[in-house]
């Protein structure tokens, strides 16, 4: 036809690009603030009431959003959760020191503890999910040759904090050595405050110990998990040797160990969540690692950390780079010296059918010529699939040959 | 937006999926299968070569002619197409015209006028004769020679007669192939077809029909013929009353 022209198969190819897209997050959206309502919650659990207790609801985990979460403009940025590893020290003091089960096995704890089986499940979630085995351990470093950590920078981790990014940032996974991330490890009363403590360092006072925790070496050494994907080591950006943590490219998840990434040992003091109080809450004071991580629910450990560990600036706390995968099929559209000379267009003929690219009197001198500004792909029904428009008019002539590379995109 | 380079005669741009071919991509059953390849040059007015002569004219149009972006909507996006010809002089195109339109055909005006209360079938059908014409020589290039037209109507008043459509587009317009036979006197390409009105409801042509002063109301839609080989056009304007 003089108007289509057939696409040879060696005039297609297929073709395979990565385009990398920085990411960053603000902290004033994951500290989240009763006003600017960007950190939702879903208090899904709910538990009964304990003598006069009128109980206590939680959310298993929080949803950070880049805005308010009650506009349609609002885009989910990441989740954040935690949990404790079944078999660790930390779980099992909170049972009392001895492991109780009823007649199906199910762990009982004292009504002092709250959620503990909701943290150890949310564990043994990511640990199915990444490892594999929901009875696995996450390990930081990942391969852990022998565990040679005293106190606590044992590798093995026991509290375990969770990210899972959302799949509008991570897209196709984080690119290795480009994530980064801004942590403060002390929460500090707000003034000079010995026993008994009379302030609050879990829900207000100052913020310090400011790090910075980076997947810096993972590029170097890149290592994969048998049902994770690809995986590397968080450290300790001053001193890399600190291994604090877990990413997992392809899933998007960030796993901390809260023993390094947090002061531990730190006294934490405030009104907690309780199951078996009259009020519904109670004064706590006490380490973070065991005692709130095992007394407070899961909303009120995820609200500690979201509302005084990353800041609450408009400063960024977080940053990395995603892969988003293009694939790319390339047509090259050749019209050869004697093809695509003449055009269809009316304003190419006058009524009479003359083209008026022709001067009066000079018919066997001049050639036609046209401007292309359009490349139309079709299928064998002449049906338009996809088309290109280029920057500004080609000529087209006898005298040459053009090469239009289209490139479709998916 | 694509860039050139001059050094090699090779253009890289960038295409966009058309409605249609998002609809073929979705169906997953093989339909999308780009084969071919057409160009077009729907933004270009070559009466500024007729007002600036070729070398004036040529630059004018390559520096000052904005292009738009990519319309999604394939039955609009490239309506001109650039047409192969072999022969490098060719100075004259034939001319796609009406030759018979049928009583509801009136030729001063190029109009079709339908109306669907009449009871007379001639006021809903017309049987229509495009004929190629070369208008100033005596043949038609072998090039322009069309075997068959891509006939566009709006498919909720209009269909051709005894005939399926064989593109629908979303635009509540579809498109039928008709092939083209010979007129037996002059020998020159002409497509016959019998076009007609749907069954319609009265809402349907309330909803699409304009005011026309004291006279009554008409729906007002159009017939594009393009020739598959030679690219030539024609619109029919169509006004479809609904009332005696």
């Known amino acids: ?410 | 937006m694509g860039f050139l380079d001059h050094s090699t005669n090779n253009i890289i741009v960038d295409a966009v999926l058309t409605d249609t071919g998002r609809q073929l991509l979705a169906a997953n059953d093989g339909s999308f299968r780009i084969s071919q390849f057409a160009l077009g040059d729907d933004e270009i007015d070559y009466g500024i070569i007729k007002k600036f002569g070729r070398n004036v004219g040529q630059e004018k149009i390559e520096k000052n002619t904005p292009i738009m972006e990519a319309l999604t909507r394939s039955n609009l996006g490239l309506k001109y197409k650039i047409v192969s010809v072999s022969n490098s002089y060719l100075t004259y195109f034939p001319v796609l015209e009406v030759t018979s339109g049928g009583s509801a055909y009136t030729e001063s005006s190029g109009v079709l006028n339908f109306n669907n209360a009449s009871s007379d079938e001639a006021d809903k059908n017309s049987s229509m004769t495009f004929t190629v014409t070369p208008k100033e020589s005596t043949s038609i290039d072998d090039d322009l020679l069309d075997e068959e037209f891509f006939i566009e109507v709006n498919n909720i008043f209009l269909k051709i007669r005894n005939d399926s459509p064989d593109i629908v587009n979303i635009d509540n317009t579809v498109v039928y192939r008709v092939g083209t036979t010979t007129d037996s006197s002059t020998g020159n390409p002409q497509v016959i077809f019998t076009l007609g009105l749907k069954g319609f409801s009265t809402n349907q042509f309330n909803t699409y029909s304009i005011s026309a002063g004291t006279s009554a109301s008409y729906v007002k839609t159009f017939i594009k013929l393009t020739g598959a080989t030679s690219g030539l056009t024609k619109i029919v304007e169509a006004r479809i009353t609904n009332s005696n």
Request: hydrophobic share 35%.
């Open chain 1, 1 to 410: 036809m003089a108007t289509f022209k057939t696409i040879s198969d060696g005039n297609i190819q297929t073709t395979r690009n990565v385009l990398n897209q920085l990411v960053d997050f603000v902290a004033e959206d994951v500290s989240g603030s009763d006003t600017n309502n960007t950190r939702k919650k879903f208090q899904v659990f709910v538990t009964g009431g304990f003598g006069s207790s009128p109980g206590v609801t939680s959310s298993l985990f929080q949803t950070v959003f880049d805005q308010n979460y009650a506009l349609q403009t609002s885009n989910e940025l990441f989740d954040l959760t935690m949990g404790i590893f079944d078999g660790s020290e930390t779980a099992i003091t909170a049972s009392g020191g001895t492991t109780i089960t009823d007649s199906r096995g199910k762990k009982l704890y004292p009504s002092s503890t709250l959620m503990m089986r909701e943290k150890t499940g949310i564990y043994s979630q990511f640990a199915q999910l990444l490892l594999g085995n929901s009875a696995a351990q996450f390990t930081a470093p990942f391969s852990m040759a022998t565990d040679s950590g005293t106190g606590a920078f044992h590798n093995e981790i026991n509290e375990a904090l969770f990210m899972p990014f959302k799949r509008l940032f991570t897209r196709d996974g984080i690119k290795r050595e480009t994530f980064a991330m801004r942590f403060y490890q002390s929460a500090s009363r707000s003034a000079a405050d010995d026993y008994p403590y009379t302030t609050t360092n879990l829900w207000s006072g100052i913020s310090s110990g400011s790090v910075i925790f980076t997947d810096v070496g993972s590029g170097a050494s890149i290592e994969t998990s048998p049902n994770g994907g690809g995986v590397g080591n968080i450290v300790n950006s001053s001193n890399t040797t600190e291994t604090v943590g877990l990413m997992f490219y392809d899933y998007g998840v960030a796993v901390f160990d809260m023993k390094k990434i947090l002061n531990g040992n730190q006294t934490m003091s405030g009104s907690i969540h309780a199951a078996d109080s009259p009020t519904g809450t109670t004064m706590m004071t006490g380490s973070f690692i065991p005692d709130f991580v095992v007394s407070a629910s899961i909303d009120q450990v995820l609200d500690h950390i979201a509302s005084r560990r990353f800041g609450s600036g408009s400063e960024t706390f977080c940053t990395f780079q995603n892969n988003t995968l293009i694939n790319s099929t390339l047509y090259f559209c050749r019209a050869t010296a004697d093809e695509f000379n003449f055009s269809s267009n009316p304003t190419y003929t006058d009524t009479t059918g003359r083209l008026v690219v022709i001067d009066s009197g000079q018919e066997s001198l001049q050639k036609g010529f046209c401007f292309i500004t359009t490349v139309g792909l079709f299928n064998a029904n002449e049906e338009l699939l996809a088309m290109a428009k280029l920057s500004r008019p080609v000529m087209k002539n006898d005298e040459k040959d053009l090469t239009f590379r289209v490139r479709l995109d998916f």
